[in-house]
């Protein structure tokens, strides 16, 4: 525990740099040189190596030919910022926006025509248009769950590569859609989870990974609420005008209701199909899969889940437990994440920091990266679409991490245990949950 | 982009290759319980009444889970409602059996445009086999939506008379229909696939190849020809490889992932340096990730010769893909004059992974010499490897400089408390800084790591006769923490003499590191120098120290950092230590602390700094001060601060009380 609090001691450097003590500064010791010297003596390089830009030709100034074209699909808050992260990139073109609210196609074209010095920036109410369009290379998704994962494989089938936020899917059958979609079209996929481009997650699994932390048994996700959201139908309202917003693209591939604008928080509407979403899918598809990742089950997903208390547990074929609890963490920002083994644990969080059983473990953690930017996966997207290499987060990856989470929700529902067949793709001997697994898309659409 | 995990990759490669996934399952026989009976009793009077349209929508909807063959015919009614029929269709795809299938086929000759759509497209994923009759009749539709719908659909459901059906409209088609036809084909072959019938589904997949359709569709078809044929695929592998079409080569590249077998291995790794150089570095990985054992040779020639950008891809794959055997070249080029190379290679030494590569790394380390020897003491220290531990000793004694410190740097990373004694003695020999600096850094972490255990080792350091390598020994004894490395360093800190040592040791204390802050030892030090310290500078630094240990102690209630605060009320007399004690006491809802922040507002240096926390603190409804009290900050925040939204947001909060 001691331990723990060190690693969060705020550092006292500043506080010796007083009037009265100007002879205290040359050989400054310090809580964060002691920590520095303790966990990183030595260059260490515990992190995977990544191919050197020079291999990828963005070395300064890029080529025409190795200039990404992008368009973006909904940009809300979320979408906003991590345009932003695309907008920093030096081979990224920005030329388009598709979104079925006016005020964000305008938002989203003023600001691109800002930095770019012109009004080239097309926008459209209805993304298929943006998708014609042949020039563009890849996507940024960012509308509602409710449009992600359809959107993505509209997006893969018109010829683009895609970056999905989360989460990506809505259900069971339309995760393994989308990991053959992309499949089946040679497109590069990331989801959005950048948590597995920050240090201090990956460094985590990597420990994991490694066997470091000896026998994996325990994997602790933090889900951020267990409790099932259902979108239904509202009173209706008088339906705007459809420049200003759509609502018939809004709805997408959901079931038909009359407008209300309560809907349009497209940030809960139709989460997990609407009946068994989320928190667990919001925080699952992070902390979820970084667990899934950690376990090195980008492939599979857990067999067993049942809600226990406050808590659901779930577990791998491998007979590694995976939790997902609220409560109990050490208080490293959101998401947190433990894995533990039979020699050690570790816990990370968004603050950046790492807390584990012993110092030694930590021995290489890096630089500290708090505030989960999304700047490390948006480069790792792009690079991919380059090498055309599998992205950090591809669709197999999203793909079974949401399993994991729609698995997770469909036993909350149920309110029971439930088992589940990762080959077949099924729940065993058990028709309810089974029925589950999907739901009818509202014409005209279709996976 | 990240060279991948390549277990991880061996088991994705095998499911990019597994028969396609049958997104639906046949339908079981119903099994539904009782408790979905009487569910199912429920939704279907709700359906039957004249409720509002938003309660039949989800009954519709829980029908999916718990309806059975008994609902559909209430579902089916539904399916030319213009507002329900999507809702009428989550509950229809689910329900086993074949009314669900026969409802659905009955409605294809009820509704048109859309609707007429959405009920083929759950035809389609119910997969029934029963309405391809239905289906290719409706490859004709004049509404290009529908005979789009219709071709996926008998895409989904398979086979060799939608085949023929699908393959026959697509090379007779209109553009407009393309789209639709050629996916179609490709998900009929996938089906064709997944049932081990390769030949087909290569017949199905070049046929789209050749047609007129779109160039992803092309992309898609090409894919698929090649994973269909399998080793007879690989010539059509490397014409993608090789052509000027961007695209083409895009999936030949993702293509060269997936296409198992060794003959696939061979064909890239052999051709790899006939393809142009730019293009190689891209070849390599997508060879590295079919981690196939066979293409190590390729890999380890890459790293040691051709373009820069070759090497580095190489030697960045070697780290996941090498084994014992790689060891050499990465040695080498370790010591290469290129940096980046250098870097990488020492990297990849790090990283690669068995027990045999640790086994053979130890092995060199006895007999290296020079700038070998440096590397794999780096590299043996980075790896944690506790049998090097002897070697790197000696190895602090070593004539080469880079050897020396490479071997403390090692030492200070994995070594106890017994490699205190060699490092002490080298530090007192040391009149190098540079050697000095890393031995420091080097006790500082072994310390930190042993605790209170290391303090006997360290003891000979207080006595020397250099300042620098006293003040070392203040910083290793802090690191190690405890009673008695407190008692030295205290001891230092007031004792007559060496004026700068006697500063450095109360800046130790003042940031005193070990069990931090849980440590209350620190406690007394810190405030008999905040009292009576020989210099202001003495004062001021353990009376920060204080309150950060203060603020940073979880284990002090909120009583007892209120005490504690208290305590050194009457020595606080700077704004910068006012303000630190604000931020101590901005989180504890105590009304003597209310009060004192009201104090503090009074004091022109730090009022805005009392005012904003004062805010914070009363203007929490939850904060567990009662009204009057939180009124009474909020007010006296409003009067002293200058800064007017700060004043705007205290009276709307105290009016809010």
Redesign the interface.
């Known amino acids: 525990?001691?331990y723990q609090?060190?690693l969060k001691?705020?550092t006292?450097?500043g506080?010796?740099s007083?009037s009265?003590?100007p002879?205290?500064e040359s050989?400054?010791?310090?809580?964060r040189?002691?920590?520095r010297?303790?966990?990183q003596?030595?260059?260490?390089?515990?992190l995977?190596?990544?191919?050197?830009g020079?291999?990828?030709g963005k070395n300064g100034a890029v080529a025409p030919?190795e200039r990404i074209v992008l368009g973006a699909i909904g940009i809300g808050n979320r979408g906003s910022y991590v345009l932003g992260c695309f907008l920093e990139e030096p081979d990224v073109q920005f030329v388009a926006i598709a979104d079925v609210k006016a005020g964000r196609r305008k938002a989203v074209k003023d600001r691109a025509d800002a930095k770019y010095g012109n009004q080239d920036c097309q926008t459209y109410r209805d993304l298929r248009e943006l998708l014609a369009r042949q020039d563009i290379d890849a996507v940024l998704i960012a509308t509602g769950p409710n449009w992600h994962g359809l959107a993505s494989m509209l997006s893969a089938?018109?010829?683009k590569d895609v970056y999905c936020e989360k989460p990506c899917t809505k259900n069971i059958?339309e995760s393994?859609?989308l990991a053959?979609t992309f499949?089946?079209?040679?497109r590069v996929f990331q989801a959005g989870t950048q948590r597995r481009s920050l240090p201090n997650f990956a460094f985590a699994v990597d420990l994991a990974?490694?066997g470091k932390l000896g026998r994996l048994h325990t994997l602790h996700a933090h889900p951020g609420g267990l409790d099932p959201k259902t979108s239904?139908?509202?009173e209706p309202q008088t339906v705007p005008d459809k420049d200003d917003v759509d609502w018939d693209l809004y709805l997408g591939p959901a079931?038909?209701?009359?407008f209300n604008k309560g809907f349009l928080d497209g940030f809960n509407f139709e989460k997990g199909g609407g009946?068994t979403g989320g928190g667990c899918l919001e925080w699952g598809s992070h902390c979820v899969d970084l667990c899934q990742w950690a376990n090195?089950a980008?492939?599979t997903a857990p067999v067993e889940y049942e809600p226990k208390g406050k808590e659901l547990h779930a577990v791998y074929a491998n007979g590694v437990r995976l939790v997902l609890r609220n409560d109990g963490w050490i208080g490293l920002g959101s998401c947190p994440v433990r894995f533990e083994g039979d020699k050690g644990w570790i816990e990370t969080g968004d603050d950046g920091e790492i807390a584990a059983s012993s110092?030694?473990l930590l021995?290489?953690k890096g630089a500290k990266v708090s505030g989960y930017p999304a700047n490390f996966h948006v480069r790792?997207f792009l690079?991919?679409v380059?090498?055309?290499?599998?992205t950090?987060a591809d669709a197999?990856a999203a793909c079974w991490a949401h399993i994991a989470c729609h698995a997770a929700n469909i036993s909350l529902f149920l309110n029971r245990q439930v088992k589940y067949d990762p080959v077949?793709?099924?729940f065993i001997g058990d028709?309810?949950a089974?029925?589950?697994r999907?739901?009818?898309?509202?014409?005209?659409?279709?996976i | 982009?990240?060279?991948?995990?390549f277990?991880?990759?061996a088991?994705?490669a095998a499911?990019?290759t597994a028969p396609?996934?049958n997104?639906?399952?046949a339908p079981?026989a119903?099994?539904?319980t009782e408790e979905?009976r009487r569910k199912e009793a429920e939704m279907l009077a709700v359906l039957r009444s004249d409720k509002?349209?938003?309660?039949k929508?989800?009954a519709c909807?829980m029908l999916?889970?718990?309806g059975s063959r008994d609902a559909v015919p209430d579902l089916a009614a539904l399916l030319t409602n213009?507002?329900?029929?999507?809702?009428a269709?989550?509950g229809?795809?689910?329900?086993?059996g074949a009314e669900a299938d026969r409802a659905l086929r009955q409605a294809l000759g009820q509704v048109n445009g859309?609707?007429l759509?959405?009920?083929i497209?759950?035809i389609?994923?119910r997969r029934d086999v029963g309405a391809i009759s239905d289906l290719i009749e409706r490859l004709h539709a004049a509404d290009d939506?529908v005979a789009a719908?219709a071709a996926?659909a008998l895409g989904r459901i398979g086979g060799e008379r939608a085949a023929q059906a699908l393959t026959r409209n697509l090379t007779q088609g209109t553009p407009s229909r393309m789209p639709g036809l050629a996916?179609g084909c490709?998900r009929c072959a996938?089906g064709f696939l997944a049932d081990k019938q390769a030949a087909p589904a290569a017949r199905l997949y070049e046929t789209v190849r050749l047609a007129a359709v779109?160039?992803?569709k092309q992309?898609?078809a090409t894919?698929?020809v090649i994973l269909a044929r399998g080793d007879a695929g690989i010539p059509l592998l490397m014409e993608q490889l090789k052509s000027a079409d961007?695209?083409l080569l895009?999936?030949g590249?993702?293509?060269a992932?997936?296409l198992p077998g060794r003959k696939a291995t061979e064909a890239l790794a052999g051709g790899l340096r006939a393809f142009a150089p730019e293009r190689q570095?891209?070849v390599l990985?997508?060879l590295a990730?079919r981690n196939d054992a066979a293409a190590l040779p390729t890999i380890v020639e890459a790293a040691r010769t051709g373009s820069?950008?070759l090497r580095?891809?190489a030697i960045?794959v070697l780290?996941?893909q090498g084994d014992v055997s790689v060891i050499p070249t990465l040695l080498e080029t370790a010591g290469d004059q290129n940096t980046?190379l250098a870097q990488?290679a020492?990297?990849?030494l790090?990283?690669l992974?068995g027990e045999r590569v640790e086994a053979d790394l130890l092995n060199r380390l006895q007999s290296a010499q020079g700038k070998t020897r440096e590397v794999l003491i780096?590299v043996a220290?980075?790896r944690?490897m506790g049998a090097a531990i002897p070697l790197m000793v000696s190895a602090t004694e070593a004539e080469e400089a880079g050897v020396r410190g490479a071997a403390v740097?090692?030492v200070?990373?994995?070594g106890g408390v017994a490699q205190l004694e060699p490092l002490v003695q080298r530090m007192q020999k040391t009149t190098v800084a540079a050697e000095r600096d890393d031995l420091e850094?080097?006790l500082?972490?072994i310390s930190?790591?042993t605790g209170a255990a290391s303090v006997p080792a360290l003891l000979p350091l207080v006595h020397n006769g250099q300042e620098?390598v006293r003040?070392a020994a203040?910083?290793a004894l802090?690191?190690a923490g405890g009673p008695e490395a407190l008692k030295v360093i205290n001891a230092t800190a007031v004792a007559e003499g060496d004026?700068?040592l006697r500063?450095?040791a109360?800046?130790?204390l003042?940031?005193w590191?070990?069990?931090?802050?849980?440590?209350g030892a620190i406690v007394e030090p810190l405030l008999a120098l905040a009292r009576g310290g020989a210099?202001?500078?003495h004062q001021?630094?353990a009376l920060?120290?204080y309150l950060?240990y203060v603020?940073?102690n979880?284990n002090l209630g909120q009583p007892n950092k209120i005490a504690a605060v208290r305590e050194v009320l009457p020595l606080i007399k700077r704004p910068?230590e006012k303000r630190?004690v604000i931020s101590v006491v901005d989180s504890l809802a105590d009304p003597a602390v209310v009060d004192l922040l009201v104090e503090f507002g009074g004091d022109a240096a730090v009022k805005e700094d009392a005012c904003a926390a004062l805010v914070k603190l009363c203007g929490r409804k939850n904060s567990g001060l009662d009204a009057a009290v939180r009124r009474k900050g909020l007010e006296a925040a409003a009067e002293k601060t200058g800064n007017e939204d700060l004043r705007k947001r205290a009276r709307s909060q105290a009016a809010e009380i």
């Open positions: 525990m001691q609090n060190a001691a705020k006292a450097h506080l010796a007083t009265h003590s002879a205290l050989r400054a010791f310090s809580r040189r002691f920590l010297a303790t966990l003596a030595g260059a260490i390089l515990a995977p190596q990544i191919v050197p020079a291999v990828l030919s089938n018109a010829g059958v393994l859609a053959q499949r089946r079209t040679g990974q490694r239904g139908w509202a079931a038909y209701r009359p009946l090195s980008d492939h110092p030694a021995t290489g790792d690079d991919c380059k090498t055309r290499a599998h950090r197999d077949k793709n099924e028709e309810a089974n029925r589950l999907s739901e009818a898309l509202r014409e005209p659409w279709r | 982009m990240t060279i991948r995990n277990f991880t990759t088991l994705l499911a990019l396609v996934l997104l639906q399952s079981a119903t099994n539904l979905s509002p349209l938003g309660e929508a989800i909807k999916a889970v718990f213009e507002q329900l029929s999507s809702w269709r989550i229809l795809e689910a329900i086993p859309r609707l759509v959405g009920v497209n759950s389609g994923v939506e719908a996926v996916e490709i996938e779109p160039k992803q992309l898609e894919r698929g961007l695209e895009a999936i590249l993702r293509t992932r997936e570095p891209r990985l997508a990730d820069e950008e580095l891809v960045n780290e996941r980046k990488a020492q990297a990849s790090v990283r992974p780096r220290g980075q944690q740097q090692a200070g990373l994995i850094t080097a500082i972490a930190g790591r620098s003040v203040l910083h802090a690191a004026d700068a500063d450095e109360v800046r130790t003042a940031t590191p070990n069990t931090w802050p849980e440590d210099k202001t500078s001021v630094l920060r120290g950060q603020q940073g979880r910068d630190l």
